[in-house]
């Protein structure tokens, strides 16, 4: 095993081989076996048997990337979390509109999904009431859309529930989405789209 995530109800393992293996609630799909039967065990996940580079869980979503830089995600869907441009959950993976190439992370919040390009440029899709898309709106976005200000300085992502951070070049940070707690670090409690 060489990489291991935990969402809502549910655990993720990459394995050596590329493959990846899923375990526990299964209520929306989250584990990418085709089904929605809680396992006890892991289970492959549906055509990631081999190539996958990261995996990624949020609460009732799975998201990972390929070795040939493609985003899938599966599970819950409701806002849109999966970035397929719909709102239906799915029990196996889908690719990310859009983003069949290129991606060189990915990161899940409770109901929203990020991904860092190769080119540093953030792209993020799902629940945005709190601006955790960081789109300059408060608008669900069913497919990718790209965080302003952030076109090729990125360099690493964390997601909270409902907030979403990034490590730019250079070192600096830069928060958005919810801040009723602080999270952002701009000593406010304002939220920032």
Do not use: E
């Amino acid at each position: 095993m060489v990489g291991l995530t935990a969402g809502g109800n549910h655990t993720g393992a990459l394995l050596t081989t590329g493959g990846l293996k899923c375990w526990g609630r299964n209520g929306q799909g989250q584990l990418g076996d085709g089904t929605t039967a809680q396992r006890l065990t892991p289970v492959d996940v549906s055509g990631l048997t081999s190539g996958v580079s990261f995996v990624d869980a949020g609460y009732r979503q799975t998201c990972a990337f390929t070795t040939s830089g493609g985003a899938k995600c599966w599970g819950q869907n409701t806002n849109g979390q999966l970035g397929d441009g719909t709102t239906t959950n799915r029990t196996p993976p889908v690719d990310v509109s859009g983003l069949t190439s290129g991606v060189a992370g990915i990161r899940t919040g409770n109901f929203h999904t990020c991904a860092r390009l190769t080119s540093g440029a953030i792209k993020c899709w799902g629940l945005n009431d709190d601006g955790q898309l960081g789109d300059g709106t408060t608008t669900q976005r069913l497919t990718p859309v790209a965080v302003s200000g952030i076109t090729s300085n990125g360099t690493s992502m964390a997601m909270g529930s409902a907030h979403s951070c990034t490590r730019v070049t250079g070192g600096g940070l830069q928060c958005w989405g919810s801040n009723s707690h602080g999270q952002l670090s701009d000593d406010t409690v304002t939220h920032s789209t």
